[in-house]
Structures are given as structure tokens and as C-alpha cells.
């Protein structure tokens, strides 16, 4: 119901000073929510990337996309310690205008947030992600060199494999699931038999 302000004469003049209060409340409840789940998935991806063996920094300001600078782990970098500019996002985004040709890597959960199910984290080169949904979307009436994905769909969960963000054991082990059990690596994905390493 919309609560309207009118004159003398009963002819409606726009919203009243109420109406407009509720619809101020509302859009900050909507920022503050926005805030909340923002601050909380950069939490849990960074607790998730300081496990998994990089080091998280944050720039004081956003500049060419930047929200996080991540120090690779020496065994998975080309060059040793090497830096990577990342865009946190809450689900899987391209945007060429925004983030192409600047070397960023996209960081984005599996799923919205619920505390009933595991999500997986995917950290990916942006470039590499828009060339293959260019691919998929390229000729799509929406594709404006941007895509938005409300979910992860089983094709793009394929691509996507390769780059799922897994914590390491405190002994430097690598936990990764195949199939029904759970086999465990060292860091060059050779798995580990523990029977030697007792001896």
C-alpha cells in the first residue's frame, strides 16, 4: 500500500515524509545486508587462502580492481612468492571493461552463503574465465563483454575444477577428495603413504 501525500483538494503530490523515511530505511537495510555478507565472505575467504598457504594482504584502496593481494605458495607459483591482484565477488563474475587486461584473479564462492551446506571457493585469472564464457555467452542478446552467474551450472563446475581453493593439513598435506574417500597428497600431488613416513 503506498502511502501518498495529497492536497487540500484530495489530489495526490507524492510520497509522504513517512513513505520516504520507510523507503530510506529500507535501501540502507539493503546496503547494510550488502555490507554484512561482503565483509563476511572476504572473512571466510581469507581464512580459507591463509589455510590453504598464501599470504593475504589488503590494499588500503580499491584501485584496478584490487580487493585482496595474495602471496602464492612457492610449490604452486611459477616464480617464487609471486603476487596476485584478486577481485572478491559473491558469485561467479566477468566484466572485460572492469577487470580485463589487468592480470586480476577472481575469487568467488561455490553458492550463497548457508550454514547447512559446504561451499567450495574457485580462484581463477579473469581473463581465462571471460575467454571461456565468451565462448559459451559470446553471442548471447545479454553478452555486453559482462556475465553474471546467479549459480555455478555443471559446465562452468568443470571448468572451473582445477582451480578450487583447498586448505593444507598443518603438515603441509594436501587434502583432495576423489570419489567417495579422500586421498591425501604432499604438495606435488603425490600421495603420501603414511607407513613410510613413520619409519
Known amino acids: 500500500m503506498r502511502d501518498w501525500r495529497r492536497d487540500a483538494s484530495g ?30 565472505n572476504r572473512a571466510e575467504a581469507t581464512a580459507l587462502l591463509i589455510r590453504a598457504g598464501y599470504r593475504v594482504y589488503r590494499p588500503e584502496a580499491d584501485i584496478e580492481g584490487e580487493d585482496l593481494v595474495i602471496r602464492v605458495p612457492a610449490e604452486t607459483a611459477l616464480l617464487t612468492g609471486e603476487l596476485r591482484g584478486v577481485q572478491l565477488k559473491g558469485r561467479p563474475v566477468v566484466d572485460e571493461r572492469r577487470y580485463g587486461g589487468r592480470d586480476l584473479w577472481m575469487l568467488f564462492p561455490s553458492t550463497r552463503y548457508n550454514a547447512e551446506v559446504a561451499r567450495e571457493w574457485f580462484l581463477v585469472p579473469h581473463d581465462h574465465l571471460f575467454a571461456w564464457v565468451e565462448n559459451r555467452h559470446g553471442s548471447a542478446p545479454k553478452w555486453d563483454r559482462y556475465w553474471s552467474y546467479p549459480s555455478i551450472s555443471k559446465p562452468l563446475a568443470s571448468f572451473l575444477a582445477e582451480y578450487v581453493v583447498k586448505p593444507l593439513d598443518p603438515n603441509g598435506m594436501r587434502f583432495v577428495e576423489t570419489g567417495e574417500s579422500a586421498t591425501i597428497t604432499d604438495v606435488d600431488g603425490n600421495p603420501v603413504n603414511f607407513d613410510e613416513r613413520i619409519g
Do not use: H, P, Y
Open 11 to 40: 489530489v495526490s503530490v507524492g510520497w509522504s515524509a513517512k513513505s520516504v523515511q520507510d523507503r530510506i530505511m529500507n535501501t540502507d537495510q539493503a546496503r547494510f545486508s550488502q555490507a554484512i555478507t561482503e565483509a563476511a
